[in-house]
C-alpha cells in the first residue's frame, strides 16, 4: 500500500499523512499501529515505514527504510490542447503518468474549444496514478498558455499535424523536446508554419487520424522508457 506524503524527506525519521491519506490508510484500509506501510514524495523519495500511531485524522509513521531514486534521463514533456471532455484529458493524465510523463504543458491553439481546466482535479489524478503504478515523480502541470507563448519558451521540439508534409515518423525520436499535439480541429496552418521557424520537427504518430487525448498518448508511449 503506498500513500502520498509530499513534505517527507530523507532526513526525517518519523511523519504525519495527510488528513485525507490517514482517512484512507487506517478508515478504509484498516491498518493498524504496527503495519508496514510506503510513501512517496512526488520528488524521488520512496519511504518504508511502520504505523506508530493509528489515528485516522493523523496517521503517524515511523520511517525504517528510505530511497531516493533519480529522475529519468529522457524527459517526456507533452504540450497539447485541452479536450473538449475533461474526461478524455483525465484519462489521458492517468494513462500517461503510469508511463512516465515528466511534465504536461497545457495550450491554447486557434482551434482551441475549451480553453481551461481543473488544475487541482488533474493534480489528484496525478497523484493516484504514481501511487498506483509505483512512479517515483509527480508529472509537473502547467497552467494553460497560448500556443505562440509556448513555442518561444520552448524553441526545439516536435509537432504532430494532419497537413501533408515531410515527417519523420515518432518511433524516430531520440532526444529530449516537447511534442506538441493540437486540438481536435487540428493546429492551423499559421501555427504550424510558426513551429517549423523555431525549429521545430514534424512527426506522425499514427497513419490514422487520432483524438487529440490518443494522439497524445501516442507520444508518450513512443518516449517511454517501456
Known sequence: MIFYAPECSLKDEEYTLSEIESKH???????????TIELVNGKGGH???KI????????KVQLIKKEQHPKRE????????????????EWFLEKATELGLTRLSLLNCAN???RSANEKRLEKIAISAIKQSKRYYLPEITTPVSYMEFIQEYPK???GHCYSAEKKHAREINETAPILIGP?????????AEAIKKDY?????????LRTETAALAGVFYLSDL
Open 201 to 209: 520537427t514534424a512527426i506522425e504518430l499514427s497513419s490514422n487520424r
Open 112 to 114: 482551441s474549444e475549451r
Open 184 to 192: 481536435e480541429g487540428d493546429f492551423s496552418e499559421i501555427e504550424v
Open 47 to 49: 519511504f518504508t515505514c
Open 157 to 159: 521540439g516536435y509537432i
Open 74 to 89: 529522457k524527459q517526456l514533456h507533452i504540450a497539447m490542447a485541452i479536450p473538449k471532455s475533461s474526461e478524455r484529458l
Open 52 to 59: 506508530i500511531d493509528d489515528h485516522f485524522k493523523k496517521c
Open 25 to 35: 490508510c487506517i478508515k478504509v484500509l484498516r491498518q493498524q499501529v504496527g503495519a
